[in-house]
């Protein structure tokens, strides 16, 4: 499935961090529909739904890690522990850069793992480099 059909979930709880995403995702090309999310318990909420309204094939997500209520790695975890869910793209796009987490990402089952620079224009760069990878993917 081209990129192009797919909705863009995006869990971000950072309101300005969000904007920036979309706005530099856009920059990239995506032209995707993008579903603001702002807490972990939300974005399951949300799958669970969809998976029972059959759209999964038609969802991919860019998941901080550190979230409220429920975070980032639950998220992950509850995603691909699910074998409805189990194929769903997931980039994990956060601040974190240890190692090991990096790891436990990619352990859970995530597709990409990005670490969010520190730096304004890095940060826009590195986000309308996210939208230029999924303009030339497919997605199962």
Do not use: W
Not at 21 to 40: F, S
Not at 41 to 66: G, R, T
Not at 99 to 123: A, M
Request: aromatic fraction near 4%; hydrophobic fraction near 40%.
């Amino acid at each position: 499935m081209k990129v192009e059909l797919i909705k863009i979930l995006l869990v971000e709880d950072d309101p300005g961090h969000a904007r920036l995403i979309e706005k530099n995702l856009r920059r990239g090309g995506i032209t995707n529909e993008i579903v603001p999310i702002n807490n972990g318990q939300s974005a399951i909420d949300y799958l669970q739904a969809a998976y029972e309204q059959n759209l999964e094939k038609n969802l991919m997500v860019v998941l901080d890690l550190n979230l409220p209520v429920v975070d980032g790695y639950q998220v992950l975890e509850k995603i691909k522990s699910d074998p409805r869910m189990r194929k769903l793209p997931v980039i994990i796009l956060t601040t974190t850069d240890v190692s090991r987490e990096v790891v436990r990402c990619y352990e859970l089952g995530c597709n990409i793992f990005v670490t969010k620079p520190v730096q304004y224009d890095d940060f826009c760069t590195a986000v309308r480099n996210i939208g230029l990878l999924l303009s030339t993917v497919t997605i199962p």
